[in-house]
């Protein structure tokens, strides 16, 4: 088992192995009380029953709440619904959700329990890939208005992230390469031995090597506890994490959310890292081992969209800031700096 220990407004223990669903009340730094796993249709019917026997052993008292699959349980109503579960039960603040699933049960049940009684313990118990590297670390945690997603949220650290890998063993294999598109970010980002890895073994061709996947998922999190260590609030360098996320967020918004995150971030990295070629940024040679690492895990490296529409979805982007917008840009292979491009030359930076 590995285990990494985040250092934020709150200090706590992401531990990642095998079977750590049966070991739940060990790894969990809370007293028994209630749990409230909160989980979706799909994840529920593979491991509830698992993390509830757990923590009845352990002397919780369990309650279930199961929200549907996808973004739609990211709303004001599955919010609301949440919050009125937990006060029907009469949860109190020595009561904890366990928040079994991907990255929309984890963004939901960590906002909810943001806010329920001013902040309540939550537990991130991630399922899927891009969970268990990204957003189950660090305490993002939102929902989604008609306008935009993660428009309302909080800054909420959980108590404890539980990665059992053997759950990763069951997700479809575009989910799975949707987290490997990230992991490949975080190579680009700031590993160049990670990086190198992963070009030679191929995540998705060695999926039930569950040791290679502790050591990558843990040097992930290690990545990701450094930064966020550094900057909780997204203020500076935490922008670092969102390499590929600028395209990315384009490309998903021009398909109208069909096209996957981690499919849209790989893309994203791509033209991004193509940008930094043309500016002397970065050598063609990094763009070539991007492109030849993404395409070995069958992920795209350019998108359909004309850049017209690209830029005006780049428009509406959450991280524009005032009158600018941060881009991330690979310097090396492991290194990347953010520039701040003023809106009236973002159509000449990118596609000038
Ligand atoms: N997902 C990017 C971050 O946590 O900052």
């Known amino acids: 088992m590995e285990k990494i220990i985040v250092k934020a407004s709150r200090t706590y223990q992401v531990s990642i192995g095998r079977g750590l669903f049966s070991q739940l009340c060990a790894l969990t730094p809370c007293h028994p009380g209630i ?42 109503i599955w919010y609301e619904k949440l919050l009125s579960f937990l006060a029907d039960a009469h949860i109190t603040r020595s009561d904890v959700i366990f928040a079994l699933g991907g990255g929309v049960v984890g963004d939901l049940s960590g906002f909810v329990a943001s806010s329920y009684l001013r902040g309540i313990p939550y537990i991130q118990l991630p399922t899927t890939l891009l969970a268990a590297v990204d957003s189950s670390v660090g305490g993002k945690t939102a929902i989604n208005l008609p306008e935009g997603k993660n428009l309302v949220g909080a800054f909420y650290q959980p108590y404890a992230v539980i990665m059992d890998t053997n759950s990763l063993q069951t997700l479809d294999a575009d989910i799975f390469a949707d987290g490997c598109a990230e992991i490949i970010k975080y190579g680009l980002l700031a590993d160049e031995s990670l990086f190198k890895l992963l070009s030679q073994h191929v995540l998705t061709k060695n999926r039930e090597d569950t040791a290679l996947l502790e050591t990558v998922i843990a040097r992930c999190v290690a990545i990701k506890r450094d930064i966020v260590a550094q900057d909780e609030r997204d203020t500076g360098i935490r922008n ?20 996957r995150h981690g499919h849209a971030v790989a893309a994203g990295m791509a033209m991004v890292t193509r940008v930094a070629v043309r500016h002397g940024i970065c050598d063609n040679q990094v763009l070539e081992k991007l492109k030849s690492v993404l395409q070995e895990y069958g992920l795209p490296v350019s998108s359909e969209f004309s850049p017209d529409s690209l830029l005006s979805a780049l428009r509406s982007d959450k991280k524009i800031n005032g009158n600018v917008l941060r881009l991330i840009l690979p310097q090396h292979i492991g290194s990347c700096r953010i520039e701040e491009i003023p809106l009236d030359k973002l159509d000449q930076y990118l596609i000038g």
Request: net charge neutral; hydrophobic share 45%.
């Open 35 to 76: 749990a409230v796993i909160v989980s979706d249709e799909v994840v529920a019917p593979w491991y509830m029953e698992m993390v509830s026997a757990a923590l009845k052993a352990g002397g919780y008292h369990v309650k279930n709440f199961i929200v549907p699959q996808g973004e739609r349980a990211k709303s004001f």
């Open 240 to 259: 670092l994490l969102n390499l590929g996320h600028t395209f990315g967020h384009a490309i998903e918004k021009c398909s109208g959310f069909s096209i």
